[in-house]
DNA sequence: TCGTTTTCTGACCGTATGGTCAGGGTTGAG
DNA sequence: CTCAACCCTGACCATACGGTCAGAAAACGA
């Protein structure tokens, strides 16, 4: 066993810190905007001194870089599930699924990249040049394939992902404004799971997926 | 003719100036965010001396509220369209035909908007629970009158309100991945088009609207 | 235990921001 | 023409921000 391989008290509270940080970044940054964000209510709500912030990302605009970078990590991933799918209900359907659920479970991380977009990407343009971009070409070939083998009405690949983005974000990104409809309060568990429902029937309706009951 | 219905040059050159402010505010806010928006940079796009601006608008945050207020104004006469409609695929559809060409004429609004809502509503929370809510009560009921009626399937009308809304203010609020994703270059009129056929076709499938082609 | 490396932090600094204000300029009614 | 009301602005102020740094404290390898 090598001395790397030891968690070692040292290399364990840098993670537990950095960890802590990123979370308060998270949440700052998604509430305040990264204007809006400051150095000091993130070391507070991380429970840290500010000089500390500091010692583990050097400036404000690193830190900011590392928390939208670790939300497009995730949402990469979540896009796994279109891959493997037998069909375009499947595919499309557990794609939904899973963009919902992280609308639901990382709201401040779909908030800060959305946030970040509408000011011009300023830190992540070259993720959406290369990454997105090579991304989104790649399903939009596997949409147009279920069009051509006649499973999708001939819809445009591209503005249907667009709606499905633009859809399951805005229960993150404007979830203020639904709970605010909402009575006032959160969507409960039943509630998430109609929109979910509500989402993919009109969808996979609209985009006349084979085999979607009507 | 009395004294206030003829516009002097003073009550020109106010109306000028504040109109300058706002549409400059509306770019800076939308821009950089409220947080990150600064007064001068607002005086310098309005072409005005930093203290003018506080002379027509006390604080930074009566200015930004005003801008809110604006956009809003907007967004609401655009749903007349939705009241004087024979039925669901006139109705929704010249809806979505407005929220859309709101998005393209009024894309930093709509930012604002989309960032006031993200950071929680501090400044407009009253509308939401006031105007915004009466309106959605209105058109949800509106709705659900089609589907008694049989010319729309039984979706939810609240979920199907807020996909018109997230995917239309998509085309706004991400403009600039969307303008990334197209090679780097903004929409053609064309492409407006086609994502405005996209997004109606789509959508009015989706919710089975009687007499629409399959 | 000892010396070294890493981690931590209070105090501090330069800058930029929102906002103020005194005073000068302009307009328009009588 | 006069004068009061309104409009404009350079200079200024207090504050809060991102970032720095010297040095204390802790962890570690030997």
């Known amino acids: 066993m090598t001395a790397s391989d030891r968690p070692t008290k040292r290399l364990q509270t840098r993670r537990q810190n950095e960890q802590a940080i990123l979370e308060a970044a998270e949440k700052v940054f998604a509430e305040a905007g990264f204007g809006g964000a400051t150095m000091q209510l993130i070391a507070d709500m991380a429970g840290l001194p500010k000089a500390n912030l500091h010692y583990y990302f050097a400036t404000k605009e690193e830190l900011y870089r590392k928390v939208v970078s670790r939300i497009f990590e995730i949402w990469l991933h979540a896009a ?43 830190v992540i343009q070259d993720y959406l040049e290369t990454t997105l971009r090579d991304w989104t070409a790649g399903r939009i070939a596997a949409i147009q394939r279920w069009i051509d083998e006649g499973r999708l009405a001939p819809v445009d690949p591209r503005h249907l992902l667009y709606m499905i ?19 006032g309060n959160p969507l409960s568990e039943k509630q998430w799971a109609a929109a979910k429902e509500s989402v993919k029937k009109i969808i996979l309706r609209g985009i006349g997926a084979t085999g979607f009951p009507a």
């Open 80 to 122: 796994d599930t279109f891959d493997n799918a037998p069909g375009p209900v499947e595919g499309i359907g557990a794609y939904i699924d899973a963009k919902m659920d992280i609308s639901r479970r990382h709201p401040f991380g779909s908030k800060v990249w959305a946030s970040e977009v509408m000011h011009g990407a300023p």
């Open 165 to 183: 983005w633009a859809t399951t974000q805005h229960y993150a990104d404007f979830g203020h404004q639904i709970e605010t409809l909402n009575a």
